[in-house]
């Protein structure tokens, strides 16, 4: 694993350099979307929804829509305006039991990996954590937007999980679960025996992603049967140089024929010149071939006249 972050978790006059890494990893197959009848992959364009012309990055803002529809454009001053902090710190902010942190309020794990020379007060921290059964509840920014987190413990290791902020946890408001709905105590019974025939211990490796593996299986016997089309990589890469060449050579035209001009003929100049090229190489090569067949008659009477006055000198 690669380290994504660095910093240091505190908590009272203790500091502990620490380094971040992503806890998770996603096994989602990923597909592409791409032309049925011959696998070509498509493009995208940011086009606008006003002027219906194409956008480059450089001309891209972010937008805050308004309920009644307006819409806000923030710059990058603006930005620089609104609280942000860089500190590299895991403040903690108190320790608090753990049946206390609903795991709702969970979003993005994280593994804490110590400096080697801050092995004692992490080992320290988490065998407390443990001891306790508690979670730190800390602070943390994070590409610069302060959040709130948890350490936990995690097969002998401290996690820091982010939590999404109170607010962002819908309220269940469902007009078919109301107080008048009990179930009976024969009801519950039923319920507690046939809980009671499924209970278990969690075992992760009792579980498989079955449509995962049944998904590569067919890619994988589609590969060996040879339904593999093979997609030219495309020239030119990057569709937005194309794109805006296109518009505008429309700006140009449409310019021209405000002005009563009819727009240039396309490719003819590139069609005569590539012939004129052809003709002209066809020709080189034929004189090429000409004086190829000229060196090599000469090379052969020069090699005769040699050979005879050799003769002529061995019989005197």
């Known amino acids: 694993m690669r380290a994504i972050w660095k ?14 890494y992503s806890a998770t990893e996603n096994h989602d197959v990923q597909f592409r979307q791409v032309h049925r009848e011959d696998g070509g992959r498509i493009k995208y364009q940011r086009i606008c929804s006003i002027d219906g012309e194409v956008v480059s990055y450089d001309d891209i803002a972010k937008g805050y829509e308004t309920e009644d529809g307006e819409m806000v454009v923030l710059t990058d001053e603006d930005f620089k305006d609104l609280p942000a902090t860089s500190s590299k710190e895991i403040s903690v902010e108190k320790f608090v039991p753990a ?11 994280y593994y804490l990996e110590p400096d080697k020379a801050a092995t004692k007060p992490y080992v320290l921290l988490r065998d407390a954590l443990e001891r306790e059964n508690r979670m730190a509840v800390v602070t943390v920014s994070i590409r610069t937007r302060m959040t709130m987190a948890v350490l936990r413990v995690h097969e002998g290791v401290i996690v820091m999980q982010t939590m999404l902020w109170p607010d ?7 007009a078919t679960l109301d107080d008048d709905q009990k179930a009976t105590k024969q009801e519950l019974a039923m319920a507690d025996l046939l809980i009671e025939q499924l209970a278990g211990d969690y075992e992760p490796d009792e579980y498989e992603d079955d449509y995962a593996a049944a998904l590569q299986a067919l890619v994988k016997a ?10 030219p990589e495309s020239k030119d890469e990057s569709g937005e140089v194309v794109d805006l060449l296109a518009a505008l050579k429309r700006s140009v035209d449409k310019a021209k024929a405000s002005r009563g001009e009819a727009p240039a003929p396309q490719k003819a100049a590139a069609k005569k010149t590539g012939a004129s090229g052809a003709t002209a190489k066809k020709a080189t090569a034929t004189k090429a071939a000409a004086k190829s067949t000229a060196a090599k008659k000469t090379a052969s009477k020069s090699a005769s006249k040699t050979a005879a006055k050799k003769t002529a000198k061995k019989a005197s």
């Open 168 to 174: 962002e946890i819908r309220k269940p408001d469902f």
């Open 222 to 231: 589609k590969v060996e049967g040879g339904e593999v089309q093979f997609t």
């Open 99 to 109: 049946e206390q942190i609903d795991p709702m309020l969970f979003d993005k794990s």
């Open 7 to 20: 910093g240091a978790v505190s908590f009272g006059l203790v500091n502990v350099p620490i380094r971040l």
